[in-house]
């Protein structure tokens, strides 16, 4: 790799690492805010373990969805689905986010990486169906194990995704597990 090419990679790679320190509105098992970078780590590790699982899909490109799909937020940060209000655009916020954050990568590679985000975003292929699925399913399964706030909406995740959860079978079962779970914890963390 050329030196400029390198160069170019360590500062995308700094500046994604930005999603370390970008927090999601999940907590964790221990009650600390859950960062967008922990988040992918989960949902490519999801896809470690029930890639198989899943006729006629390329593992490694459902990976490379799956670690692209959230890198705009490195910028602007995370927006929870509770907080996005009519009129605001997360698509075009995300990708013009994108675009800044590539910009730095040799061009090859830059168009990647946002042609791998324009897939995810339209669900254009078996993967990013896949993928979008996956992540719906990865943030219902974190909300399940965090310790939550006292005021925290169980009921919310019993509607959320559902469209992106339905679009495969493994998907719908693990969705029904989750439901499952959700209901459990709804009803634990109602007073008296």
Same mark, same amino acid.
């Given at each position: 790799?050329?030196?400029?090419?390198?160069?170019?990679?360590?500062?995308?790679?700094?500046?994604?690492?930005?999603?370390k320190s970008t927090l999601r509105s999940g907590y964790t098992s221990t009650g600390r805010r859950e960062s967008v970078a922990e988040h992918t780590w989960r949902l490519c590790l999801m896809v470690l373990v029930l890639a198989d699982e899943f006729e006629n899909i390329d593992a490694l490109r459902l990976t490379k969805l799956?670690?692209?799909?959230?890198?705009?937020?490195?910028?602007?940060?995370?927006?929870?689905?509770?907080? $996005? +209000?009519?009129?605001?655009?997360?698509? &075009?916020?995300? *990708?013009?986010? %994108?675009?800044?954050? !590539? @910009?730095?990568?040799?061009?090859?590679?830059?168009?990647?990486?946002?042609?791998?985000?324009?897939?995810?975003?339209?669900?254009?292929?078996?993967?990013?169906?896949?993928?979008?699925?996956?992540?719906?399913?990865?943030?219902?399964?974190?909300?399940?194990?965090?310790?939550?706030?006292?005021?925290?909406?169980?009921?919310?995740?019993?509607?959320?995704?559902?469209? $992106? +959860?339905?679009?495969?079978?493994?998907? &719908?079962?693990? *969705?029904?597990? %989750?439901?499952?779970? !959700? @209901?459990?914890?709804?009803?634990?963390?109602?007073?008296?």
């Amino acid at each position: 790799m050329p030196g400029d090419r390198l160069l170019g990679a360590l500062e995308f790679l700094r500046e994604a690492g930005r999603l370390k320190s970008t927090l999601r509105s999940g907590y964790t098992s221990t009650g600390r805010r859950e960062s967008v970078a922990e988040h992918t780590w989960r949902l490519c590790l999801m896809v470690l373990v029930l890639a198989d699982e899943f006729e006629n899909i390329d593992a490694l490109r459902l990976t490379k969805l799956c670690i692209v799909h959230d890198l705009g937020e490195a910028l602007s940060g995370d927006v929870p689905a509770v907080m $996005q +209000t009519e009129g605001f655009d997360k698509s &075009a916020q995300e *990708r013009a986010d %994108l675009h800044v954050l !590539t @910009k730095a990568l040799d061009a090859g590679k830059r168009a990647e990486i946002l042609s791998l985000w324009e897939e995810y975003e339209a669900a254009s292929s078996p993967e990013a169906i896949i993928a979008k699925g996956l992540d719906k399913l990865e943030t219902i399964l974190q909300h399940n194990q965090g310790e939550n706030p006292v005021d925290f909406d169980y009921a919310f995740n019993l509607g959320y995704g559902q469209r $992106q +959860t339905s679009a495969h079978p493994l998907l &719908a079962e693990i *969705r029904t597990l %989750l439901d499952d779970e !959700t @209901k459990e914890r709804a009803q634990a963390s109602r007073p008296g």
